[in-house]
């Protein structure tokens, strides 16, 4: 248990110590507020979507939102795990895991929206800080170009 003082990481953990590894099983990988927030905007514009879904079947990553008639799949990307430009600190501690992981992120982010784009999907990436009202607006406005035929929105 992660409380005993003689508690010990798993073998092949990474985690440094009990509380480190509390603290990263508190981060959530979906359901964001800003996730919730955007998604609640987009509901309310009479649009539907699936939730934390994968895009393509055979592709093991999910897309925070996705609108399958359409062909749009939403990302909303965390400021430190994705590298944010504007807002992404290097870790103070373990920097050289923690930097690399969000290269590695990065780099998959890029995979992702590659072979999304070659399978005919239209990839849309937001930053938690943006606005929520406007990436809804930009959301939904996408969505209902491309359900009219107008693909290249």
């Known amino acids: 248990m992660p409380d005993d003082p003689k508690w010990e990481a798993p073998p092949g953990s990474w985690a440094s110590s009990a509380a480190r590894r509390r603290n990263m099983q508190a981060i959530r ?20 979507y699936r939730v934390a879904a994968r895009p393509l079947p055979d592709l093991r990553r999910t897309a925070d939102m996705v609108f399958r008639s359409a062909k749009v799949a939403v990302f909303i990307d965390g400021c430190y795990w994705h590298g944010c430009p504007q807002h992404y600190v290097a870790p103070k501690t373990n920097p050289g895991y923690w930097s690399d992981k969000v290269l590695r992120n990065m780099e998959r982010d890029r995979d992702t929206e590659q072979k999304l784009t070659e399978a005919g999907w239209l990839v849309l990436r937001f930053w938690e800080h943006e606005p929520s009202d406007a990436c809804a607006r930009k959301i939904a406005d996408t969505v209902l170009a491309r359900r009219l035929g107008l693909r290249d929105s």
């Open 29 to 48: 990988s979906r359901d964001t507020k800003p996730e919730q927030l955007i998604r609640r905007l987009v509901h309310a514009q009479g649009l539907r």
